[in-house]
């Protein structure tokens, strides 16, 4: 009897460690499933492909990591998409589990949540910040002292903001939503020219024949370089998980692979940079 007992509670045992090593052990918003913002409108690192639809529709760098992360957990992947300062409040909010969106670390977003490590989307494109302007204008703006009295887009809540405040200020800085509608208002001439990741730089100008870039780079401090990820703060479990997930795919050399995937898509004709309000529902897709 006691035999069948000890076997009865082995096998419980050895269920419940299963049970532990498919999902993780991070707070999650719902049992089984790992639920990612993100704003859709930063080519190659999330964008939309308008030949597909649902879940199937959200591609790009960080679409490709959030999947990898889900899997390595064990877990279902859930993608909310959203505009770029909504990610921020979603994730604070408890909204989300987190969220992949081409962030950068700020000092503001390491004190308001918990952020994960760094991982490096490509070499220079994602570190890089430029401006981009009209074509007639490519290459006519090398010093900040240029964009006196201009005006130039920016995305609300984005390092772009806080460079085009710091290193231009002779500009009018006006904010966005989205890079889409900055893209729009650059091509109605309703602005001079657009403060981008050089990444998301090459991604609009392959699509645009008539934008380009202005001849101007930001000054960016070593902290700001790659991108993090936004965990709610307190959520250190999931950091954890989150963390050990990305520390496997930099040692197995995955990144470059997924930026240049996401570069070729984002030059296909049905990709699009999507527009969304902060309440998560579709505006427009802007080429």
């Known amino acids: ?139 006519k703006f090398t010093s900040a002292a240029d964009f006196e009295g201009l005006t130039i887009a920016v995305q609300a809540a984005s390092l772009q903001l806080e460079l085009a405040e710091t290193q231009l200020p ?20 309703n602005v001079d020219g657009v403060a981008v990741a050089k990444g998301n730089g090459d991604a609009i100008i392959a699509n645009n024949e008539n934008i380009a870039f202005s001849g101007f780079e930001f000054e960016v401090d070593a902290k700001y370089k790659d991108n993090v990820g936004l965990i709610m703060k307190g959520n250190t479990e999931l950091l954890a998980d989150v963390n050990a997930v990305l520390a496997k795919a930099k040692a197995a050399g995955l990144y470059a692979g997924w930026y240049a995937e996401a570069q070729a898509l984002a030059g296909i004709d049905t990709a699009a940079q999507a527009a969304y309000d902060d309440e998560g529902n579709f505006i427009e897709n802007i080429d």
């Open 1 to 139: 009897m006691k035999k069948i007992v000890c076997l009865i509670l082995a096998a419980v045992m050895v269920l419940a460690l299963a049970a532990c090593g498919s999902t993780n052990s991070g707070k999650l918003l719902k049992k089984g499933s790992l639920i990612v913002a993100t704003s859709p409108d930063f080519a190659p690192m999330e964008f939309t492909d308008t030949s597909k639809t649902g879940q199937d529709q959200y591609v790009g760098f960080d679409i490709m990591l959030a999947k990898y992360i889900a899997s390595e957990l064990g877990l279902e992947l859930e993608i909310k998409p959203m505009s770029f300062d909504a990610c921020l409040a979603a994730v604070q909010s408890g909204k989300v589990d987190m969220s992949l969106s081409g962030f950068s670390w700020k000092e503001d977003r390491a004190q308001n949540f918990e952020l994960t490590d760094y991982y490096q989307a490509s070499a220079d494109q994602e570190t890089e910040q430029v401006v981009i302007v009209t074509a007639e204008n490519a290459g």
């Open 170 to 189: 002779g500009a009018v800085i006006k904010q966005f939503t989205d890079i889409g509608t900055e893209v729009e208002a650059l091509r109605n001439g």
